[in-house]
């Protein structure tokens, strides 16, 4: 069966330390992955998407990097966080029958 | 560019009361629409899509959205709200050839006992 996996589920870290969520796909090949965030309130905010290994294509300049060092494995990053990047981050995949699924999410806080 | 609207921040009903959650787009073309729901703390899950066809179409959870080209408008209804309804309510374009969805900005179900 097709599944994502993303964790942690939770994470509260302080400012200036690094950051590293996961998110796998399991039962598909070649996915199209897609990193978001969403702050309290608001919508949902396209970070990264990856159309293959190794290619990232960044739709906002921050804090962030992500990268997709196996085929269904991306990784989001930060060297130094901020406060600003506290928010619920979530993995999806875009299905070959159209639409997209979505893990569970990562409620990180930065303090 | 495309956008989508999803007018209503917030709606409140009642529990059994009908439901209609509104989503008007932009594209130049027919785009592929779809409908999230998402329980706090979760992530979000597909309670429906149009892609072509039939402009009434069917969900999980007893929902429906109508496809109306004329108007520009995906709206969402559900013909007698339950208690776990509650919960934010996306609505998302793609435009043919895209990988980039484009969501709305939710709009948030209070269901009232």
């Known amino acids: 069966s097709q599944t994502i996996h993303q964790w942690p589920a939770t994470l509260v870290q302080p400012v200036g330390s690094p950051l590293s969520l996961e998110c796998t796909v399991e039962?598909?090949?070649?996915?199209?992955l897609y990193w978001y965030r969403q702050a309290a309130g608001r919508g949902l905010q396209l970070l990264f998407y990856s159309v293959g290994i190794g290619q990232i294509s960044s739709e906002v300049p921050q804090n962030l990097s992500a990268s997709r060092p196996q085929d269904r494995q991306f990784i989001l990053s930060s060297k130094k966080l901020l406060l600003s990047d506290s928010g619920f981050y979530l993995c999806?995949?875009?299905?070959?029958?159209?639409?997209?699924?979505f893990g569970s999410g990562t409620r990180l806080t930065v303090v | 560019a495309q956008s989508v609207t999803q007018p209503d921040i917030h709606i409140t009903v009642s529990e059994g009361a009908s439901l209609e959650l509104r989503c008007n787009y932009s594209y130049g073309a027919t785009p592929y629409l779809f409908w999230y729901v998402q329980s706090p703390g979760q992530g979000l899950q597909l309670l429906l899509k149009?892609?072509?066809?039939?402009?009434l179409v069917q969900g999980i959870k007893g929902f429906e959205a109508e496809f109306k080209r004329s108007q520009s408008s995906f709206n969402l209804r559900k013909p007698s709200v339950h208690w776990s309804d509650a919960a934010e309510y996306f609505c998302a374009l793609l435009a043919g050839g895209s990988y980039i969805p484009t969501f709305g900005r939710g709009t948030s179900l209070i269901v009232h006992p």
């Open positions: 039962g598909t090949s070649n996915p199209n």
């Open positions: 149009y892609f072509s066809g039939d402009t």
């Open positions: 999806a995949w875009r299905l070959e029958a159209g639409g997209y699924t």
